[in-house]
Each structure stands twice: as structure tokens, then as C-alpha cells.
């Protein structure tokens, strides 16, 4: 792969003087009016860029953008339809809706936008409340779609720096594209697995399959310490302890960044501790900035010191620093603690702004606010004219500064220049065998023995039961084990029983030998098993590397990244 000969604290440096040179020679002076949304004309004083300098070629680009331009490199919302140029009617009207056009081309193109976010479902997904359509059938479809949406980018002014395509794509509940690709365990499973340089290698895997699908942008990793049992984040955290989470942060932004794809480490100031949910409503976080400090904030400086090129913006109630302000409209948390404090030089990202707090505005001043709080992109905006028209007549009356949104906007186009130097793989890199084996290394690390003997194989025959709903996962260990040698019959023998996400007691099985959680491991404080597991997580990998242990034929080395009442992290030693 290309790789961009700049590093983010020396492009943070050019950044900053580059901005200072490209705001002076537009902002407003007593002899100079300010350019309004339909006069704004190019500058022709633009900074000469170094080819091989993104934050140059950034300012002078920026130099040149009509205040129109500038407003839609700070947007990123979502689009109706599975290609960029054909959708149905329903998704049609969707769009129209959402920004009066019927594409997401079109949206692009009135809108001069800075990105798309693609959005999707999957099975047990705490985010699902805003994912109001899907974008993703399978990895060809994926491409074409985003191929469509950058030759719509690439007419505009803004064109010569690459297009932002995002996803959620985090591993294990929260994973925008299944089908087609290398499965992950969760991030609570590479928390368990204890060993960063597996998570690296995982994620950049990760990174190359969704550089493959022209997916440029991951908002991820999650960077939330589990601090609470938090049903909204629980295993797309990495686990409870921030010294041992804060290396698999950096393990994943550098395997993503390796590939072309930036990173943007999210929930903070730290979702983890609060119970609550953002989608729905504005979660207290009540602990003393000492508390902060220690627990929430060191897998962000962990992502940060990796090099993530974005960070993603809460929306909590942080009361010992901006009490009663959603964090993604606190300048507080974002310019005073994450930029002064933490040192972030990159990009801030909202996190939805169609979710419930972010909605007490009208999309246009909730957009104002989040760009004057420190936020440099509007992610999700409920209504993406709305949202356009805010900002644009809030830069005609001056209550959003135009230097703020210079200053926004030469940080997107920095990161998306710094993008530039990675060459695309083709969709054949996806699920190969070395992307396989490194999420297979990651699942076998995982599993944990957290009751019972370590080691040895399960006396056999076994039969599989699981709790509702989990007909394939059951099958797919049915099909591990007997590829492991040991014999699965429909009843009796040795009961290995599966829990997932949302179970609780109520689904566990009385008389059951082995209980594995394939999820949190709370829940096997409850189980009565001799013998109690935990995956952290249902992929085939995951299910393979239990087969394994089951059959005698590897022995589990994970930790519980999490405490469990009653069981000790693991049974297995040191």
C-alpha cells in the first residue's frame, strides 16, 4: 500500500499555520465584506501545496471554496437506496424527505457534500433505533454504490480531495456489512484475548476489506470503558479496565489507518459509564473529573497517540465538567478537555444527530451548536436542508464564525488528503484465508474458562442447545465440533448450552454441563453449569475456537475483560 509520508502531529502543525494563512485572507475587515453563500468567489491567493504535505494541500483547496462548498464538506448524512444513481420509489421518497432530491447522488451533488454515511442492520443491534434505512446488501453492491457516490463527489469544487464513505463497522452487535466479508470477534472478545498485536492484525484485515468496498472512514473503535453493565455499549467495548483496553484501542486504529481507513475512536467523553442510552435519551455521566481521568479518558489518548484522524463526540451529560450540555455541543469537552487537554489534532465528528438528545434543536442550530462546541463534521442530521440552510445563514449573521468553519473544514480535507496515499484493493482481498486466520488467532485467544477444569475435552457425545432465536450459531458449532472429532446427537449426553446477547437468567438451562455466553459474561454468574465459558462473541471463528476447546484440542487462554460476581476472570492461571 501507498503510504502518506506525514505525521499527524507534524500535519497538525501545518494545519494550524496553514488555517491561520487561508482565515486572514477571507475573514472579514474593514475594508473587505463578508462573502455570502451565493457571492462567495474563489480566492486568489491560495497557498502553494506541497504534493506530498495533506494539511497544504488542504488550506490551499479551502482557499478556494465558496462558502456553499465549505458548508457541505462539513456534512455527512445518510442517503436512502443501495446505488447512488437507481432506487426504488419508496427510497426515493426517503431522500426527498430527507433532502428534497430522490438520489444520493443528487444529495451529493446539491448539497456539496463532504460524505455519506452507509447505513444497515444486524442481528441484536443496540444502534438500530436511528438506522432509518439500509445501504448494504453485499460487497459488490457495496462498491458500486460508493464508486457512484465519488464520481458525484469528484465534479465538484471540493473533488480533487477524496469523498468520505463511513460505517459502523465495529464487530460483533454493531456491524453494518455481514455477508461477504471476514467476520471479527467482538471487541470485548479482543479485550479477553489480551494481545494488541492480534487485535492489529485483525483490524487491519478489517481495514483492507473495507478499503475494498470504498468504505474510507470506520467509526470505530470503541473506545468506552464498560464501567457500567451497559446494555447500549456492553461487548463493543474492549472491557472494564482502561490499562488493558487502551492498547487494544491503539492496536485497532493502527490496523485500520495501515489500510487507508481513518479511524474515529468513539463514544467520548466515555459512554461506558452510564447505563443509559443516547439513542433515546441524554445519559448522566456522574462521576468526579478524578474519576474521568482515570477510567474514561486513557483509551482515548491511547487512539490518539496511535494516530486516530477522528474522534467521535457523545451525546452525554458530563456533569463535572459542562453539567446539563450534551457533550457533542459542549465546547468544554471538546476544545478545553479533548483538543487542549487530550492533544487531538484531527477530526471531530458528531455522533447521530437524529438521535434524541441532538433533536431539542431544529437541525440547522443543532449543526451551528455542534460546529461551535468543536465539532469539525455533522453526522446523520435529521434534515440535511434544514441543516444546510442552518449553517449557511448562520455564517451570514455571524453567530457561526467563519473562521470556526474554515478551520473545520481544512481539518476534513487534511485527513481525507492524508487518505489519498492508499492505493484500493480489489474485492477480491475479501475473506481471504490470511484475513480469516487473523480473526481465527483473535477467537481462539478469546475463550475463557471462567468455572471448570482448564483444558481436556468434554466427555462425549454432546448435544447443543442454545436460547431462542440462535438456530444458525447452534449449527455452526454443530459443524465445528464435528469437524473437531466429537460426536453432536439432537439429545443427551454432554449439554452445551449458548447464551447471546439480551439473555438473562431466564435463559439459561437447568442440567446444562457447559454454558458458554457468546456475549457479556454476566450472565453466567446465574448459570448452575460445572463448567461455564465465554466466547464474547457468536462468528464462526468464535464458534471454531470453542469447538476446539470442547474437543480437547486447544486450551482456552482468555481473561474475562469484565468481573463477573462469583467467578474469577479466568480458571486457567496467570
Known amino acids: 500500500m ?6 499527524p502531529r507534524r500535519s497538525a502543525v501545518a494545519l494550524a499555520a496553514l488555517t491561520a494563512l487561508v482565515v486572514s ?75 428534497g432530491v430522490d438520489t444520493p447522488a443528487e444529495m451529493v451533488a446539491k448539497y456539496r457534500l463532504g460524505g455519506v454515511i452507509l447505513v444497515g442492520f444486524s442481528a441484536d443491534d443496540p444502534t438500530s433505533g436511528n ?28 473533488g480533487a480531495a477524496p469523498f468520505l464513505v463511513g460505517t459502523d463497522q465495529e464487530y460483533g452487535v454493531v456491524t453494518r456489512i455481514t455477508d461477504g466479508v471476514t467476520q471479527l470477534p ?35 473503535p470503541v473506545a468506552d470503558v464498560l464501567a457500567t453493565r451497559s446494555t447500549v455499549i456492553g461487548s463493543r467495548s474492549f472491557g472494564a479496565d482502561p490499562a488493558t483496553a487502551s492498547p487494544q484501542v491503539a492496536g485497532a486504529v493502527r490496523g485500520l489507518q495501515a489500510e487507508g481507513v481513518a479511524a474515529a475512536v468513539k463514544h467520548f467523553p466515555g459512554h461506558g459509564l452510564s447505563a443509559a442510552d443516547s439513542h433515546t435519551e441524554l445519559p448522566v455521566v456522574g462521576q468526579s473529573r478524578a474519576v474521568l481521568d482515570r477510567t474514561a479518558f486513557p483509551p482515548f489518548r491511547a487512539g490518539i497517540d496511535a494516530g486516530a484522524m477522528a474522534v467521535m463526540s457523545a451525546h ?38 437524529n438521535m434524541a438528545p441532538a433533536k431539542k434543536w431544529s437541525p440547522g442550530e443543532a449543526a451551528v451548536r455542534a460546529l461551535n462546541a ?26 457561526l464564525p467563519r473562521t470556526r468553519l474554515v478551520e473545520a473544514v481544512t481539518r476534513v480535507l487534511t485527513m481525507k488528503f492524508r487518505l489519498a496515499g492508499h492505493a484500493q484493493p480489489a474485492l477480491g482481498t475479501l475473506d481471504d484465508a490470511g484475513h480469516r486466520k487473523a480473526a481465527a488467532d483473535l477467537a481462539a485467544a478469546a475463550v475463557t474458562v471462567l468455572r471448570g477444569r482448564c483444558g481436556g475435552a468434554v466427555p462425549g457425545p454432546v448435544s447443543v442447545t442454545s436460547s431462542g432465536g440462535r438456530d444458525r450459531t447452534r449449527a455452526v458449532l454443530t459443524e465445528a465440533l464435528t469437524a473437531a472429532g466429537v460426536k453432536v446427537v439432537p439429545s443427551g449426553g454432554t449439554v452445551v448450552h449458548l447464551v447471546g446477547y439480551g439473555d438473562g437468567a431466564k435463559d439459561l438451562r437447568a ?42 484440542k486447544a486450551r482456552p487462554t482468555g481473561r474475562s475483560p469484565v468481573p463477573v460476581p462469583g467467578l474469577p476472570a479466568t480458571t486457567c492461571g496467570a
Not at 195 to 215: F, K, Q, V
Not at 317 to 341: C, E, H, I, Y
Not at 374 to 390: E, K, R
Open 2 to 7: 501507498g503510504r502518506v509520508s506525514i505525521s
Open 316 to 353: 452525554l451529560n458530563v456533569k463535572a465538567v459542562d453539567p446539563g450540555t450534551p457533550a457533542t455541543f459542549s465546547r468544554k469537552l471538546l476544545t478545553d478537555v479533548l483538543r487542549g487537554q487530550l492533544g487531538f489534532r484531527g477530526v471531530v465528528i458528531t455522533d447521530g444527530m
Open 131 to 158: 438506522q432509518a434505512t439500509t445501504n448494504v446488501d453485499n460487497p459488490k453492491q457495496v462498491r458500486a454504490l460508493t464508486d457512484g457516490l465519488r464520481a458525484a463527489a469528484g465534479k465538484l469544487p471540493a
Open 25 to 99: 485572507g477571507c475573514s472579514d475587515g474593514p475594508d473587505r465584506p463578508r462573502p455570502t453563500p451565493s457571492t462567495a468567489a474563489p480566492s486568489s491567493a491560495a497557498p502553494t501545496p506541497s504534493a506530498d504535505d495533506p494539511a497544504a494541500r488542504a488550506a490551499a483547496l479551502v482557499a478556494t471554496l465558496s462558502d456553499e462548498d465549505l458548508v457541505g464538506q462539513v456534512l455527512m448524512p445518510y442517503a436512502y437506496g443501495s446505488s447512488a444513481t437507481d432506487v426504488s420509489a419508496g427510497s426515493a421518497a426517503g431522500n426527498r424527505a430527507l433532502a
Open 186 to 220: 467482538s471487541p470485548l472478545a479482543a479485550g479477553a484475548a489480551g494481545n494488541p498485536a492480534l487485535t492489529e492484525a485483525a483490524w487491519r484485515a478489517a481495514g483492507a476489506e473495507l478499503a475494498a468496498m470504498g468504505i474510507n472512514m470506520d467509526f470505530a
Open 374 to 399: 468543536g465539532n469539525d463534521l455533522i453526522l446523520m442530521t435529521p434534515n440535511v436542508g434544514q441543516a444546510y440552510d442552518g449553517l449557511r445563514a448562520a455564517l451570514t449573521d455571524g453567530s
Open 511 to 552: 442440567g446444562a454441563d457447559v454454558t458458554v455466553a457468546m456475549d457479556t459474561p454476566y450472565v453466567l454468574s446465574g448459570a448452575k453449569s460445572p463448567t461455564v465459558l465465554a466466547t464474547y462473541s457468536s462468528t464462526r471463528a468464535s464458534m471454531t475456537a470453542l469447538a476446539a476447546v470442547l474437543a480437547g
